[in-house]
């Protein structure tokens, strides 16, 4: 084989994977830059459960990409706990679980949303998760 070949094979070797890499990194960073403008000035304090199917519907198909590796189908729990459970629910409230998904719990698998879903999709995913568990009578 010509020198210039293998010159060209080994380089090609080192230089795909950095190319890669530095593609995806510049993607991440843009993709989290681009949701942290959407959340600047959002006031999730005011927050309530998003009650129509529309909506929920919205929030099960994200749900099912997103959460239910860990919380379970039906949010019966996996890794992550249950969230059929209405004592969670009750003493929690909608923001603070809004602020849940979106910040994380640190030191546990259960990650933050904030840098990867828009508010609106965070809003149906959270109010969905919010109807798997009815309230407590
Ligand atoms: C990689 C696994 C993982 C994924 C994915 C995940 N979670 Fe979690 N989640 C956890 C774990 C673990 C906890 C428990 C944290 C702790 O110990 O306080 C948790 C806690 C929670 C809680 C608090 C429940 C409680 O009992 O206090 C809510 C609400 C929640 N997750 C919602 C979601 C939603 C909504 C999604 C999808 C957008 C999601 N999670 C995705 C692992 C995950």
């Known amino acids: 084989m010509a020198k210039w070949k293998q010159v060209l094979i080994l380089s090609s070797i080192i230089l795909i994977p950095i190319l890669m890499g530095g593609g995806l990194f510049a993607w991440f960073k843009i993709s989290a830059t681009r949701h942290a403008a959407l959340w600047q000035g959002v006031d999730i304090s005011d927050w309530a459960p998003l009650e129509s199917a529309e909506e929920l519907a919205r929030g099960a198909r994200i749900y099912r990409q997103s959460c239910q590796t860990c919380h379970g189908v039906d949010g019966v729990g ?39 879903m828009e508010p609106e999709s965070l809003h149906v995913v959270a109010s969905f998760a919010w109807s798997l568990s009815a309230p407590a009578e």
């Open 78 to 116: 996996i890794i992550g706990p249950p969230l059929t459970d209405p004592k969670w629910r009750d003493s929690l409230g909608f923001p603070a679980m809004v602020n849940i998904v979106l910040s994380g719990v640190e030191k546990t698998p259960m990650p933050a949303w904030k840098g990867s």
